[in-house]
């Protein structure tokens, strides 16, 4: 068999075993909870690996890898952040989010948990999250699909939306039929494969090319201000950071807090000792990770010279991953076989993350926007009907979005993070530990959060330009902040919350919650 028929062979096999657990937790699914939270059944393992796996997406192995190749380990930061907030989220939020939506009322998902907590009889909350969801998800969603079109083009050199519909296609279909069962079984096993790949690829390519070579290789490569500057934590693209740029890349910490795809996983484990089980096997996951996606990006821009990246722009340099296992393992080592269960590494990275958007904007508009405002009384089955259709529905609109090639991974990772660490992370922080939040401060903290990202990223209004481009702040951190600012303000100056909703916060807080 020639090396491509082997690496199809690899991807036929990974891809027809996704849709076969699709297909046996599909059996499995009988009703809303089940598709949405898997009954609160989730095991320490497989919460854990699902969870970061469904975060880190194709941008663990292409996004960060390719700016660290391009512009030097200063990139390292946004790694930095990404770990601080991982720990933060599994240690402080995890347990006590999973207490609070079971008291509050079983909240099924963040917008209910929302409406719940704060006693919204409007559903003012419900509506405004579920529309944040929708919107941020889109841009998040055809960020992983752009990837699986990317990698699709590269390996079979497959014209870009051939590769995209075929990508799409898979996660679409394994996702519609077993909701989250199947959501999260697929993504423990991307999660070990995404480990595996990320750990194997750099130590191979690096034993290839020699340690005592590496600087002298980077140096012939180009790499602005040489490798002494390239490999210093504190330069970027051969200039000293500022502390502006490294504040706003380790920012990425605080979106953490407001990511509904990860919460989610939190809400849905089986018990408190199954979560302590899940915080260590995930920070430790994260850890090695993160690290070696760096370490991937540094050995890969001397493995692959005299070939150079980047060069037909900046997107260019995210293939850097797949350069090398092509190089490493078809060209090298001729194993084109394991090489191509590397690359399924890359479509688990983008698959785990793709599902479990797809899976949470389905339950903002069947459970939350159908179910809760629209038709009070739809059976289960008719809202897990609703869901499936959402799927398809918003699948399609991130496949447009994602159309074109020369879209950033980076991008539309980094605007979609932002949107949601602002709108939902400070409120979930003060919904868990400051009882004084009301429902007032919610709906401010929200709002204000989603605006300033929106306006930051997207609008001109700096001369032609975005304040994100003017100030090279990002706009997490700005929005986070300002609603963060709001939320506390506005609590304070409108009325407080009432003794039920304190009495509820004080049962979650000293565990009086049937869990």
């Not at 941008?59 to 390292?76: E, K, N």
């Not at 599994?90 to 079983?106: E, H």
């Not at 070696?292 to 060069?311: D, E, H, S």
């Not at 508009?365 to 009384?377: A, F, G, I, T």
Request: net charge neutral; aromatic share 12%; hydrophobic share 55%.
């Amino acid at each position: 068999m020639s090396s491509t028929a082997w690496i199809v062979a690899a991807f036929a096999a990974y891809m027809v075993m996704m849709i076969a657990i699709g297909a046996v937790y599909m059996k499995k699914t009988n009703n809303s909870e089940d598709y949405f939270l898997g009954g609160r059944g989730l095991g320490g393992w497989v919460a854990a690996l699902s969870a970061q796996a469904s975060d880190m997406s194709g941008w663990l192995l292409m996004g960060l890898p390719g700016a660290v190749y391009a512009y030097g380990t200063g990139q390292a930061w946004i790694a930095i952040g990404l770990l601080t907030g991982t720990i933060l989220n599994w240690v402080f939020i995890s347990g006590k989010l999973r207490r609070y939506t079971i008291r509050a009322n079983n909240s099924l998902t963040l917008p209910a948990y929302f409406e719940n907590r704060f006693h919204d009889t409007k559903r003012i909350l419900l509506m405004i999250s579920s529309v944040v969801i929708v919107i941020f998800f889109l841009v998040y969603t055809a960020s992983a699909l752009a990837a699986g079109g990317k990698l699709f083009h590269l390996v079979f050199g497959l014209d870009y939306r051939i590769a995209l519909t075929i990508g799409a296609a898979v996660i679409l279909l394994y996702t519609f039929m077993g909701g989250f069962m199947a959501v999260c079984v697929t993504d423990f096993i991307q999660g070990m494969l995404m480990l595996v790949g990320i750990l194997a690829v750099p130590i191979v390519a690096l034993f290839l090319v020699g340690s005592g070579n590496l600087t002298s290789l980077l140096n012939a490569s180009g790499v602005a201000g040489g490798s002494e500057s390239f490999l210093n934590l504190m330069h970027s693209g051969g200039r000293a950071y500022t502390g502006m740029e490294i504040f706003s890349q380790f920012a990425w910490c605080f979106g953490y807090f407001g990511m509904p795809h990860i919460l989610v996983r939190f809400m849905a484990v089986r018990d408190e000792k199954e979560i302590k089980k899940s915080r260590w096997i995930a920070i430790i996951w994260c850890t090695l990770s993160l690290a070696f996606a760096c370490v991937l990006g540094v050995i890969g821009r001397a493995y692959l010279y005299p070939v150079v990246l980047g060069t037909d722009g900046a997107g260019s340099a995210e293939n850097v991953f797949i350069e090398m296992i092509t190089k490493v393992f078809t060209q090298d080592l001729a194993l084109p076989f394991i090489g191509g269960l590397f690359l399924c590494g890359i479509l688990a990275a983008i698959m785990s993350t793709a599902d479990s958007q797809l899976l949470v904007t389905a339950s903002a508009v069947s459970e939350d926007l159908y179910h809760q405002v629209m038709n009070p009384k739809a059976d289960s089955k008719k809202v897990l009907s609703i869901s499936r259709i959402t799927v398809l529905a918003v699948a399609v609109l991130a496949y447009i979005i994602a159309l074109d090639p020369d879209s950033s991974i980076m991008g539309l990772v980094s605007n979609a993070w932002a949107g949601f660490g602002s709108a939902f992370g400070p409120l979930v922080v003060l919904s868990l530990y400051w009882k004084r939040t009301n429902l007032p401060g919610a709906v401010a903290g929200i709002v204000s959060g989603a605006l300033t990202v929106l306006m930051w990223d997207y609008l001109p209004l700096a001369g032609g330009r975005t304040l994100g481009a003017v100030t090279g702040l990002y706009s997490l951190a700005v929005g986070f902040v300002i609603s963060l600012v709001l939320i506390v303000g506005v609590s304070l100056a409108t009325k407080a919350p009432s003794e039920e909703i304190l009495k509820e916060f004080e049962d979650v807080k000293y565990k009086n919650v049937e869990a």
